[in-house]
C-alpha cells in the first residue's frame, strides 16, 4: 500500500511556473511506476505526464510536452511535476497517482491516488 499527498499547486500568472510534489508513504513506493493527472471543472480527470520506477522513462501528454516535467527521487518517496509557461488552460485540480498495470494513460491504469492540489493560471 501506498499514500500520497501532493502539495505546490496555487495561483500563478500566465507563462509563470510551479513545480508540484507528490510525497508517497510506505516502503513500496520505489517499486511503482507514477502518473500525475488533471481534471478541470465539468471536464474528465486526463493524464498529464507519467514516469518509470527507475525514472528511466517519462511520457506526457501532448498538450504539456515541451513545457512540464516529471522527476522522482526515490531516497525521497517524492515524485515531482516541474510546471513552466504556464496557461490558463492548465487550471485544474492536479492528482499524482502508482500506476498499477496497463499503459499509463488512463485513470484505469492507477491506484492509490492523492486528494490533489489546484493550479489555477490567470490570463
Known amino acids: 500500500q501506498v499514500q500520497l499527498v501532493e502539495s505546490g499547486g496555487g495561483l500563478v500568472q500566465a507563462g509563470g511556473s510551479l513545480r508540484l510534489s507528490c510525497a508517497a508513504s510506505?516502503?513500496?513506493?520505489?517499486?511503482?511506476?507514477m502518473g500525475w493527472f488533471r481534471q478541470a471543472p465539468g471536464k474528465e480527470r486526463e493524464f498529464v505526464a507519467a514516469?518509470?520506477?527507475?525514472?528511466?522513462?517519462?511520457y506526457y501528454a501532448d498538450s504539456v510536452k515541451g513545457r512540464f516535467t516529471i522527476s522522482r527521487d526515490n531516497a525521497k518517496n517524492t515524485v515531482y511535476l516541474q510546471m513552466n509557461n504556464l496557461k490558463p488552460e492548465d487550471t485544474a485540480v492536479y492528482y499524482c497517482a502508482a500506476r498499477i498495470g496497463g499503459s499509463g494513460y488512463y485513470t484505469s491504469d492507477y491506484a492509490h491516488w492523492g486528494q490533489g492540489t489546484q493550479v489555477t493560471v490567470s490570463s
Open positions: 510506505g516502503r513500496t513506493f520505489s517499486s511503482y511506476p
Open positions: 514516469i518509470s520506477w527507475s525514472g528511466g522513462s517519462t
